[in-house]
């Protein structure tokens, strides 16, 4: 009798783990089946259709080391083993000027267009926290993550810049969150740069 209700009590366990095993094998399936079709048609929504390069998003990219690594498009230009960049105030205004020459993407859907806003701020200034502010707006679309191109990519070029910015209708802006231009502030360039008309953002 012992051993009739020992019997019965003990095969069902491993059945009833191996189902448990199967269950969620089956709905890791289905969620990861479910993540692959929503990113490949994110990806086939703003870059193949679109014809522009395929970018690699900031934080699913594997974070800001990966990003200042990596090449977020297949652009002609330095590669991520090159010098990096020509001081940011010496150069930022004749590259700057170009912003509006070379939009990839198509109208219908919006276009790449360069940040109509920059946040500024010195590190635990609090940026973050009006950069979130400022997003709430519908409008807005803003990056997440600092793609540091005044500091450290800024040798990458404008095209290099473009591919992480988000594609945008005509009436709507952007924002992009990052560090300081700690020199350029320091000597006043900026400020003088916007009075002459640079068309810095
Ligand atoms: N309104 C307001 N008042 C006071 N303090 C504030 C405010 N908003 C953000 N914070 C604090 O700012 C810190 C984050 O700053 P940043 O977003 O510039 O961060 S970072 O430098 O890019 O890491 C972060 O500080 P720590 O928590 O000490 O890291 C935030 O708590």
């Given at each position: 009798m012992a051993y009739r209700v020992l019997g019965r009590a003990g095969p069902p366990q491993p059945r009833r783990a191996r189902r448990l095993l199967f269950a969620f094998t089956l709905s890791l399936s289905c969620t990861y089946l479910c993540y692959s079709l929503l990113c490949c048609c994110d990806d086939l929504g703003q870059s193949r259709l679109l014809g522009a390069p395929r970018c690699l998003r900031g934080p699913s990219a594997g974070g800001q080391k990966l990003l200042q690594k990596s090449r977020p498009c297949d652009l002609p230009g330095p590669t991520p083993s090159e010098p990096s960049a020509p001081s940011a105030p010496a150069a930022a205004a004749p590259a700057l000027r170009l912003s509006g020459s070379?939009?990839?993407?198509?109208?219908?859907?919006?276009?790449?267009?360069?940040?109509?806003?920059l946040i500024v701020g010195v590190k635990k200034g609090g940026t973050r926290a009006v950069l979130e502010f400022i997003r709430?707006?519908?409008?807005?679309?803003?990056?997440?993550?600092?793609?540091?191109?005044?500091?450290?990519?800024?040798?990458?070029?404008?095209?290099?810049?473009?591919?992480?910015?988000?594609?945008?209708?005509?009436?709507?802006?952007?924002?992009?969150?990052?560090?300081?231009?700690?020199?350029?502030?320091?000597l006043g360039e900026v400020p003088r740069a916007q009075a002459e008309g640079e068309g810095i953002p």
């Amino acid at each position: 009798m012992a051993y009739r209700v020992l019997g019965r009590a003990g095969p069902p366990q491993p059945r009833r783990a191996r189902r448990l095993l199967f269950a969620f094998t089956l709905s890791l399936s289905c969620t990861y089946l479910c993540y692959s079709l929503l990113c490949c048609c994110d990806d086939l929504g703003q870059s193949r259709l679109l014809g522009a390069p395929r970018c690699l998003r900031g934080p699913s990219a594997g974070g800001q080391k990966l990003l200042q690594k990596s090449r977020p498009c297949d652009l002609p230009g330095p590669t991520p083993s090159e010098p990096s960049a020509p001081s940011a105030p010496a150069a930022a205004a004749p590259a700057l000027r170009l912003s509006g020459s070379n939009h990839s993407g198509s109208p219908r859907l919006g276009t790449k267009r360069l940040p109509q806003a920059l946040i500024v701020g010195v590190k635990k200034g609090g940026t973050r926290a009006v950069l979130e502010f400022i997003r709430v707006h519908p409008d807005v679309r803003a990056l997440g993550t600092e793609p540091h191109f005044f500091d450290r990519n800024y040798g990458r070029g404008l095209d290099w810049y473009r591919c992480f910015l988000a594609f945008v209708g005509p009436r709507e802006g952007k924002v992009r969150r990052g560090p300081p231009r700690g020199r350029a502030l320091r000597l006043g360039e900026v400020p003088r740069a916007q009075a002459e008309g640079e068309g810095i953002p």
